[in-house]
């Protein structure tokens, strides 16, 4: 059961994050999956694998282990993406989080600047107190900078969203999607982004990203970020509102 909160009224901003130049999806999937724009994509397939694992042993033990994949398609007005990851970490052989999540989203261009779209998502997070959350949602979003250097996007959209909770009950509502991307190429092979979403009708959920990436071939990228998910009215079984990721991955550029 979620613990009863103040109602707040949902006012939508959105997100900023885009991919490297040599891939097709940059921001983690808890923010949201920006598709590059079909109208400027290079090849009619881009995909990746990535994947980051820390380990530690003596006085305590512990490790830590996140894999993800991203495969989208390219036709001249419309772009199709699927995506999963999966994370999970250990101390003293006791599991202290797990986090399994898939979907997929599509693209329509109006025109130039204008594009329909709809992203669908499933989330398995038992550590935060959902046994699963599946979000649907779909809208109107517009291409402010497409430029060879920075990118900027903005998304909004209504959506539904149904929780499953780990220490019993479900619920089902109807709330607002907003999301913007921005990247900035630092230099031919280093790109920094930063990404915000919200989906929200009387609680909110909101995340952030900060991350950088730097290309190491045109095969491989290193990936840097900094996560930020903030529920403003949690499960009883996870009661703290906020949490926060870093990590560093190897990205592998299928071609």
């Known amino acids: 059961m979620l613990r009863n909160g103040r109602s707040r009224a949902v006012w939508l901003l959105t997100i900023l994050g885009m991919s490297l130049a040599s891939f097709s999806t940059f921001a983690d999937t808890d923010i949201f999956t920006a598709l590059d724009d079909p109208s400027t994509a290079k090849k009619t ?31 001249p007005t419309n772009a199709y993406s699927l995506w999963a990851e999966a994370a999970n970490n250990s101390t003293d052989d006791e599991r202290s989080s797990e986090k399994y999540q898939a979907g997929a989203r599509a693209r329509h261009n109006l025109d130039d600047d204008n594009f329909l779209f709809t992203q669908g998502s499933w989330l398995s997070d038992r550590f935060n107190g959902y046994r699963s959350r599946s979000t649907l949602a779909a809208g109107y979003g517009r291409q402010i900078l497409n430029g060879p250097v920075s990118h900027l996007r903005l998304e909004a959209g209504p959506g539904v969203r149904h929780d499953e909770f780990q220490g019993g009950g479900n619920q089902t509502k109807a709330l607002a999607y907003g999301a913007a991307s921005y990247a900035y ?33 045109s095969h491989f990228a290193l990936k840097m970020t900094y996560d930020v998910t903030y529920n403003s009215t949690t499960p009883d079984s996870a009661p703290k509102h906020t949490d926060t990721k870093t990590a560093v991955s190897l990205v592998y550029n299928m071609q």
Do not use: H, K, R
């Open 45 to 75: 397939f881009d995909g990746n694998l990535q994947a980051g694992y820390n380990a530690q042993s003596g006085n305590s033990t512990s490790s830590s282990l996140a894999a993800s994949s991203t495969m989208t398609w390219f036709q």
């Open 185 to 217: 190429q630092l230099t031919d092979s280093t790109q920094f982004i930063q990404g915000v979403s919200i989906l929200g009708n009387e609680d909110i959920t909101a995340n952030s990203e900060t991350g950088l990436s730097v290309a190491i071939n």
